[in-house]
């Protein structure tokens, strides 16, 4: 039986067969060298010439937010309705790893793994920012409603659950899945080429991956360097708040070092001794943060807003994702657009990391929690921040009823200012921030190690550590080089690295498809399936 199908998949590539050893490292010969150079050269050129480095970045996002918004939105339209259609497809019964492979973490842990990587400092930033600024008109309102009126509101949660729902998860779910199907299943690297087996066969192997992987690292290391400079912004000014530190840029560059530091320590302890404790820290505090404000804020308003959000979501998701003839063009440039970009750019990141830490799953199984389950906390989350915020402008309470938003990272922290036990509910807020920006960072350096030590799992801990210095060195330089505009350059990175990757993304999902149908005759075949 297992003659009837020929497994076309298979290659003699043995992943870091061609990577080189200086002082003891494990490198691959064309990526390392390459994005090492181009990251270094950035950091460098955006601390000596900052103002040219910012014109630069803000004249690429615009020019790509102009020209190409229709393909952004396009494009994840095309990873949700995909990422459906594997849930109910019988492909869903291959499991990651092989039929008999079993999962390496509980279900609880991988949860919390895959949702602190997905988010978490996001998650922070937004849930209060996002849905104000949408109510009151601060940057546009969905569709041109009339700001601060009753269908703004619901429409505020509605484009609030949009940015964090089934599109982000969708992207994130593609290449993860790739990622874990070709180097579990296939026995490829884990790395970004291995996904592009089915179109390039051996020549994967060449320059043409070289190039992928490259993009990958790109991508990966601004996409970051966005959520690490989000996370300094709100840690800043969390602390300025409850300490009257200040919040500028060198309270920031500070919190940058501190972070950095700590990350160091989580990189030398591993992924089950740093990444997988701390993520279990991450969820524990946001659960308490989370449940507090539910029970301790305007609780009644809060369950309402839940099925405000669910419902505008669903009725309006359709609307939302239209990429053509949009009256509310500058609304969707300055917000979807963005974000589209941002979860692309943190895709092969979080991608990666969630293939890492999935083996063992079915495929129905991967993409029904990386997809559903995330989607339905976010509501949770969003409606409870986002709600108790909105219930305080409707109710003329605290800073943000009086003055709106005057500072998007200090926005949260308005809103705690209004409920009980306001300076803890801050402080575990400020820590919930750092821990997520810790563990991105650690996620982020051991992805970006295994991509550049040619899909190697077991490189040596000196090149993580390379990458957790570079991560908060960009983070650094964008914070720098933006000045009074930091949010304005970190939004443009993201924007710029975004564009590539998206077009890659579009070709591993076909690569995808067309490898999980393939695995299925020959499961068939072999009388396992």
């Not at 840690?235 to 501190?258: E, H, K, P, R």
């Not at 906390?377 to 005057?406: D, P, R």
Request: aromatic share 14%; net charge negative; hydrophobic share 55%.
């Amino acid at each position: 039986m297992g003659d009837v199908v020929k497994d076309e998949y298979q290659t003699d590539y043995v992943a870091g067969q061609d990577n080189i050893s200086p002082f003891g490292l494990d490198l691959h010969a064309p990526v390392f060298p390459i994005t090492a150079i181009m990251v270094v050269v950035f950091v460098i050129g955006t601390l000596m010439f900052p103002e040219a480095a910012k014109a630069l970045l803000d004249g690429a996002k615009l020019d790509i937010i102009a020209t190409f918004d229709w393909f952004f939105l396009l494009s994840a339209n095309i990873f949700v309705i995909v990422c459906l259609a594997l849930i109910v497809m019988p492909v869903g019964k291959i499991r990651l790893g092989g039929m008999d492979a079993k999962p390496e973490f509980s279900t609880m842990s991988w949860f919390a793994m895959l949702f602190a990587a997905g988010m978490g400092i996001g998650l922070m930033f937004w849930a209060v920012a996002e849905p104000v600024a949408y109510y009151t008109g601060w940057y546009g309102t969905p569709f041109n409603v009339a700001a601060n009126t009753p269908e703004a509101r619901d429409l505020a949660m509605g484009a609030t659950m949009y940015h964090w729902g089934l599109h982000p998860w969708a992207v994130y779910s593609i290449v993860a899945l790739s990622l874990a199907f070709f180097s579990f299943n296939k026995g490829m690297p884990l790395t970004i080429r291995s996904a592009f087996f089915p179109l390039l066969k051996d020549k994967v192997w060449g320059w043409p991956g070289h190039i992928i992987d490259i993009l990958a690292v790109v991508a990966t290391i601004f996409g970051l360097a966005t959520s690490l400079g989000f996370g300094a912004q709100q840690a800043a000014s969390g602390f300025n708040y409850l300490f009257d530190t200040g919040s500028g840029i060198n309270v920031q560059m500070a919190i940058i070092v501190g972070v950095t530091a700590v990350a160091l320590m989580s990189v030398l302890r591993g992924l089950d001794g740093g990444v997988k404790i701390l993520s279990n820290i991450n969820m524990s505090l946001a659960a308490i943060l989370l449940f507090f404000i539910i029970f301790a804020g305007p609780t009644m308003s809060i369950l309402e807003t839940l099925w405000v959000t669910t419902s505008s979501y669903v009725a309006n998701i359709v609307s939302f994702s239209n990429p053509f003839g949009r009256e509310d063009e500058a609304w969707m440039r300055g917000w979807t657009v963005f974000y589209w970009a941002w979860w692309i750019s943190w895709s092969p990141f979080v991608g990666m990391f969630i293939a890492r830490v999935s083996k063992g799953r079915t495929v129905r199984e991967f993409v029904t929690a990386v997809l559903i389950i995330p989607t339905l906390i976010t509501s949770v989350w969003m409606s409870s921040f986002g709600g108790a915020a909105l219930e305080q402008l409707n109710q003329g309470i605290g800073a943000l009823a009086e003055n709106g938003i005057t500072e998007v990272s200090l926005a949260t922290f308005q809103m705690f200012a209004n409920l009980p036990f306001t300076g803890i509910l801050s402080f575990i807020g400020i820590i919930l921030v750092l821990v997520f920006f810790i563990t991105s960072s650690d996620s982020g350096s051991l992805v970006i190690d295994s991509i550049t030590a040619g899909g190697k799992t077991d490189a040596p801990t000196a090149q993580r550590v390379f990458w957790v210095v570079m991560e908060g060195a960009i983070a650094a330089a964008l914070i720098f080089g933006g000045g009074a505009d930091a949010l304005g350059a970190i939004q443009a990175t993201a924007v710029s690295a975004g564009l590539p990757f998206t077009v890659i993304l579009l070709v591993m999902t076909w690569g995808l498809l067309k490898g999980l149908t393939h695995e299925r005759k020959l499961l068939i075949a072999r009388g396992e399936m």
